[in-house]
């Protein structure tokens, strides 16, 4: 039986990617960093059939539209060239949080498919192998190869092979991220779409890559060094920069609620009264707040008295994918 079953885990950038080079295969214009997160989960099983004469995405239990397979089939497409397998195959996944709500669901889900269906093939590849054929169909799910703080370097012109790097190990620094989850709905664009129009058309662009790469550093050094106080306002500002370049297309990209801008406050009196708390936001609504595991609980619940806020996922620093179950002892 070729099929297995793998659980991969979204990260959340804290030095922010957004942007990708010209030419090449889908390769990040800047560096960026993440931790990968324990607490939501994407679970997916491939199986290779030669019954099938097309590839089948079953998501969240129901089957997914063409685009969503598409991308799904150009990541098998490599995996069987790789194999060298010709069999269709039916690919089922769900994940344990929001899809495509900005919760970083294509991270979790193209890590989780690229360990499930090399693993499904029987290849004998590692992780960065398996992170640089995610992040040919999603950069972000490059790094959720990698469990812990991770960076992906920016892609170099003829660059043929990018796979993200563990920096340091989940243990290095129990960081905690509150996510205050702002709505249950899909993100109105995509992040592919909404950084190619800010590429093409924000002149606010330029200003961002060239202000990405210090920014990058800075905050590999804080994490490398455990240093909260330098870390919390450069993720912020990574943050604030990357969506302050979208905003400024035209027409602007903007993925904020006004339940985004009250938490954006909600943090900024957190702070003023003693926590640590900084803000980050990927492609949708939800705010992800950085802060200690002495003042997770307080955030958590300030966060939810928000206006706006549905409800709040506590979550850790978290371990990489692995495979759940493989050959006979998998189900599709
Ligand atoms: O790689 P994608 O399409 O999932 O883009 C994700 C971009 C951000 O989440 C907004 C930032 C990042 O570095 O993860």
Not at 37 to 56: C, Y
Not at 242 to 266: D, K, S
């Amino acid at each position: 039986m070729k099929t297995a079953t793998a659980i991969a885990s979204p990260n959340i950038a804290l030095a922010k990617y957004w942007g990708k080079r010209e030419h090449g295969a889908n390769l990040p214009a800047v560096s960026s960093l993440s931790v990968t997160l324990a607490g939501m989960s994407t679970t997916t099983t491939v199986l290779f059939d030669e019954g099938l004469d097309a590839d089948v995405l079953v998501l969240d239990g129901a089957v997914a539209d063409a685009t969503s397979t598409a991308r799904v089939a150009g990541l098998l497409d490599r995996v069987r060239a790789a194999a060298g397998l010709r069999e269709h195959a039916r690919v089922v996944s769900a994940n344990d949080f929001p899809t495509a709500s900005g919760l970083a669901s294509s991270a979790s889900a193209f890590a989780a498919l690229a360990v499930a269906a090399t693993a499904a093939a029987g290849l004998e590849v590692d992780a960065t192998w398996q992170s640089d054929l995610a992040r040919r169909t999603s950069v972000s799910a490059a790094r959720s190869l990698f469990g812990g703080f991770v960076e992906l370097r920016a892609g170099r012109g003829g660059d043929t092979h990018l796979a993200a790097e563990p920096v340091a190990t989940p243990e290095h620094w129990p960081l905690r991220v509150v996510v205050a989850v702002t709505s249950e709905g899909r993100k109105s664009i995509g992040s592919t779409d909404g950084m190619l129009h800010t590429v093409l058309t924000s002149p606010y662009y330029p200003a961002w890559v060239a202000s990405a790469p210090a920014l990058f550093a800075h905050i590999r050094e804080a994490i490398l060094r455990r240093d909260f106080d330098a870390l919390g306002p450069a993720v912020e500002q990574s943050a604030l920069l990357m969506h302050a370049a979208a905003i400024a297309a035209a027409p602007g990209v903007l993925y904020w609620t006004p339940a985004t801008v009250e938490v954006l406050h909600a943090v900024r009196r957190l702070r003023a009264s003693g926590l640590a708390a900084y803000a980050t936001i990927d492609a949708g609504p939800h705010v992800k707040v950085v802060t200690t595991p002495e003042h997770e609980a307080a955030i958590a619940s300030a966060l939810r008295e928000v206006p706006g806020v549905l409800r709040t996922i506590e979550t850790r620093v978290g371990p990489g994918p692995r495979v759940l179950t493989r050959g006979a002892e998998a189900k599709a």
